[in-house]
Protein backbone atom coordinates (compact mmCIF):
# COMPACT_ATOMS: atom_id res chain seq x y z
CA UNK A 1 0.00 0.00 0.00
CA UNK A 2 1.56 3.10 -0.80
CA UNK A 3 1.97 6.02 2.02
CA UNK A 4 -0.69 8.73 0.95
CA UNK A 5 1.18 11.74 -0.33
CA UNK A 6 4.68 10.06 -0.63
CA UNK A 7 4.93 8.31 -3.73
CA UNK A 8 8.51 7.56 -3.07
CA UNK A 9 7.67 5.06 0.16
CA UNK A 10 5.60 1.80 -0.68
CA UNK A 11 4.38 -0.65 1.99
CA UNK A 12 3.78 -4.19 -0.15
CA UNK A 13 2.11 -6.91 1.99
CA UNK A 14 4.56 -9.61 2.11
CA UNK A 15 5.34 -12.23 0.11
CA UNK A 16 7.85 -14.91 -0.83
CA UNK A 17 9.86 -12.89 -3.38
CA UNK A 18 9.59 -9.90 -0.87
CA UNK A 19 10.69 -12.11 2.11
CA UNK A 20 14.03 -12.56 0.12
CA UNK A 21 14.32 -8.89 -0.36
CA UNK A 22 13.94 -8.12 3.54
CA UNK A 23 16.27 -10.58 4.35
CA UNK A 24 18.90 -9.61 2.12
CA UNK A 25 18.35 -5.98 3.46
CA UNK A 26 18.40 -7.12 7.06
CA UNK A 27 21.66 -8.76 6.71
CA UNK A 28 23.06 -5.38 4.84
CA UNK A 29 22.24 -3.47 7.17
CA UNK A 30 20.74 -4.46 10.46
CA UNK A 31 21.60 -6.59 13.66
CA UNK A 32 19.76 -9.65 13.73
CA UNK A 33 18.26 -8.62 17.50
CA UNK A 34 16.77 -5.32 15.73
CA UNK A 35 15.06 -7.68 13.24
CA UNK A 36 14.00 -10.68 14.88
CA UNK A 37 13.90 -13.06 18.54
CA UNK A 38 17.36 -14.03 19.82
CA UNK A 39 18.86 -17.38 18.69
CA UNK A 40 21.23 -19.08 20.45
CA UNK A 41 24.79 -19.60 18.18
CA UNK A 42 27.72 -17.17 17.50
CA UNK A 43 26.90 -13.50 16.83
CA UNK A 44 25.81 -12.13 13.18
CA UNK A 45 23.91 -13.42 10.28
CA UNK A 46 25.17 -17.01 10.42
CA UNK A 47 23.24 -19.47 7.84
CA UNK A 48 20.96 -20.56 10.68
CA UNK A 49 20.08 -17.05 11.65
CA UNK A 50 18.90 -16.41 8.15
CA UNK A 51 17.01 -19.63 8.13
CA UNK A 52 15.40 -18.97 11.36
CA UNK A 53 14.50 -15.13 10.18
CA UNK A 54 12.64 -16.72 7.28
CA UNK A 55 11.35 -19.58 9.21
CA UNK A 56 9.56 -16.54 11.38
CA UNK A 57 8.04 -14.70 8.81
CA UNK A 58 6.77 -17.25 6.76
CA UNK A 59 5.15 -18.99 9.79
CA UNK A 60 4.05 -15.58 11.24
CA UNK A 61 2.82 -13.47 8.09
CA UNK A 62 2.76 -16.29 5.15
CA UNK A 63 1.65 -19.82 5.81
CA UNK A 64 -2.19 -19.52 6.31
CA UNK A 65 -2.51 -22.16 8.80
CA UNK A 66 0.01 -20.25 11.53
CA UNK A 67 0.15 -16.59 10.35
CA UNK A 68 -0.90 -14.18 13.72
CA UNK A 69 -0.10 -11.31 12.12
CA UNK A 70 0.07 -8.89 8.52
CA UNK A 71 3.48 -7.61 7.28
CA UNK A 72 4.50 -5.22 4.91
CA UNK A 73 7.71 -4.55 3.31
CA UNK A 74 9.03 -0.94 3.45
CA UNK A 75 10.01 0.25 0.67
CA UNK A 76 11.81 3.47 -0.21
CA UNK A 77 12.85 4.97 -4.13
CA UNK A 78 11.99 1.27 -5.37
CA UNK A 79 14.87 -0.39 -2.88
CA UNK A 80 13.56 -2.69 0.53
CA UNK A 81 14.32 -0.60 3.51
CA UNK A 82 12.32 -2.51 5.93
CA UNK A 83 9.25 -4.03 7.10
CA UNK A 84 6.09 -2.64 8.88
CA UNK A 85 3.87 -5.44 11.15
CA UNK A 86 0.17 -5.49 12.90
CA UNK A 87 -0.97 -8.16 14.85
CA UNK A 88 -4.49 -7.99 16.51
CA UNK A 89 -4.82 -9.06 19.90
CA UNK A 90 -7.77 -8.58 22.04
CA UNK A 91 -7.60 -7.22 25.55
CA UNK A 92 -10.68 -6.19 27.55
CA UNK A 93 -12.98 -7.22 24.86
CA UNK A 94 -11.82 -4.20 22.75
CA UNK A 95 -9.44 -5.08 19.72
CA UNK A 96 -6.04 -4.10 20.30
CA UNK A 97 -3.38 -4.26 17.80
CA UNK A 98 0.05 -4.34 18.10
CA UNK A 99 2.53 -2.92 15.49
CA UNK A 100 6.27 -3.23 14.50
CA UNK A 101 8.69 -1.34 12.44
CA UNK A 102 11.94 -1.65 11.77
CA UNK A 103 14.23 0.11 9.07
CA UNK A 104 17.98 -0.25 7.90
CA UNK A 105 20.61 2.13 9.37
CA UNK A 106 20.90 4.37 6.44
CA UNK A 107 17.83 4.80 5.94
CA UNK A 108 17.13 5.97 9.42
CA UNK A 109 16.48 9.81 10.90
CA UNK A 110 14.69 10.57 7.08
CA UNK A 111 10.94 10.38 8.56
CA UNK A 112 10.54 7.16 7.01
CA UNK A 113 8.89 5.61 10.21
CA UNK A 114 7.11 8.16 11.01
CA UNK A 115 5.59 7.73 8.08
CA UNK A 116 5.13 3.97 8.33
CA UNK A 117 3.67 4.55 11.76
CA UNK A 118 0.85 6.82 10.02
CA UNK A 119 0.04 3.96 7.76
CA UNK A 120 -0.03 1.28 10.81
CA UNK A 121 -2.44 3.49 12.36
CA UNK A 122 -4.81 4.12 9.50
CA UNK A 123 -4.95 0.55 8.67
CA UNK A 124 -5.73 -0.54 12.11
CA UNK A 125 -8.33 2.48 12.53
CA UNK A 126 -9.83 0.63 9.35
CA UNK A 127 -9.71 -2.36 10.88
CA UNK A 128 -11.73 -1.53 13.60
CA UNK A 129 -9.21 -1.18 16.31
CA UNK A 130 -9.67 0.38 19.46
CA UNK A 131 -6.18 0.59 20.64
CA UNK A 132 -2.59 0.73 18.87
CA UNK A 133 0.00 -0.98 21.31
CA UNK A 134 4.07 -1.72 20.56
CA UNK A 135 7.17 -2.21 22.85
CA UNK A 136 10.34 -1.34 22.56
CA UNK A 137 13.58 -0.88 25.07
CA UNK A 138 14.59 1.84 27.18
CA UNK A 139 17.86 2.71 24.81
CA UNK A 140 16.20 2.64 21.61
CA UNK A 141 15.46 6.51 21.82
CA UNK A 142 14.43 6.45 18.15
CA UNK A 143 11.31 4.23 19.00
CA UNK A 144 10.47 6.24 22.07
CA UNK A 145 9.99 9.73 19.53
CA UNK A 146 8.47 7.93 16.67
CA UNK A 147 5.63 6.70 19.19
CA UNK A 148 5.38 9.65 21.41
CA UNK A 149 4.73 11.62 17.29
CA UNK A 150 2.20 8.88 17.81
CA UNK A 151 0.24 10.46 20.45
CA UNK A 152 1.01 7.66 22.46
CA UNK A 153 1.49 7.10 26.08
CA UNK A 154 5.21 5.44 27.42
CA UNK A 155 5.16 3.39 29.68
CA UNK A 156 8.49 2.17 31.46
CA UNK A 157 8.59 -1.59 32.72
CA UNK A 158 12.26 -2.14 33.72
CA UNK A 159 14.15 -2.77 30.85
CA UNK A 160 11.18 -2.37 28.01
CA UNK A 161 8.58 0.32 27.04
CA UNK A 162 5.28 -0.15 26.40
CA UNK A 163 3.45 2.43 24.40
CA UNK A 164 -0.37 2.80 23.93
CA UNK A 165 -2.61 5.11 21.86
CA UNK A 166 -6.67 4.64 21.74
CA UNK A 167 -7.72 5.07 18.36
Known sequence: MPVAGESEIALIPLD?????????????????????????????????????????????????????????????????V????LRPVSADSALEVEAGVWLIRSIRGRGIGRRVAAVLLESARDGGAAR???TTTV??????????????DLDVHGANVDARLEL
Open 16 to 80: EPGLARLLAAAVAEADPLEVMPPVDGPEGWTDHRREVFLAFHRRRSLDPETAIESTWVVEFDGAT
Open 82 to 85: GAAR
Open 132 to 134: FVA
Open 139 to 152: DNTAAHRLLRGTGA
